[in-house]
């Protein structure tokens, strides 16, 4: 059983920052990949970025050079920096966690089964 819990969404006007937190409550943390998804209005689920355990980082291309990743294992958190947000980045933002993780699964929704609540990412124009 996996429990995530995000936070740190809110309101930036474009160009700002963001920091998502994503607490996982879990048995063996460093067995799992952690990634960040986001859901806007009326569109599919996106993947935005992973992690492994060995800490190996996957991006979807958008979030290259705008987006960083990083696990803390003393924390059992994941987090994702958001840099130079445009208002196509508005969404819900989802936590998930999958254990192990190997490519392709890693990036694909449909591969995980624990997610989060998700927290609102909103970018003005």
């Known amino acids: 059983q996996v429990e995530l819990v995000e936070s740190g969404g809110g309101l930036v006007q474009t160009g700002g920052s963001l920091r998502l937190s994503c607490a996982a409550s879990v048995e063996n943390f460093a067995g799992y990949a952690l990634a960040w998804f986001r859901q806007a209005p009326g569109k599919e689920r996106e993947f935005v970025a992973a992690?492994?355990?060995?800490?190996?980082?996957y991006y979807e291309e958008y979030a290259k050079g705008r987006f960083r990743i990083s696990r803390d294992a003393v924390g059992n958190t994941v987090t994702l920096q958001m840099n130079d947000l445009q208002p196509g980045d508005t969404a819900v933002y989802l936590c998930a966690a999958l254990p192990g993780g190997t490519w392709p699964d890693i990036i694909l929704h449909t591969s995980y089964h624990s997610w989060g609540q998700g927290t609102q990412v909103t970018v003005s124009s």
């Open positions: 992690i492994r355990s060995d800490n190996r980082e």
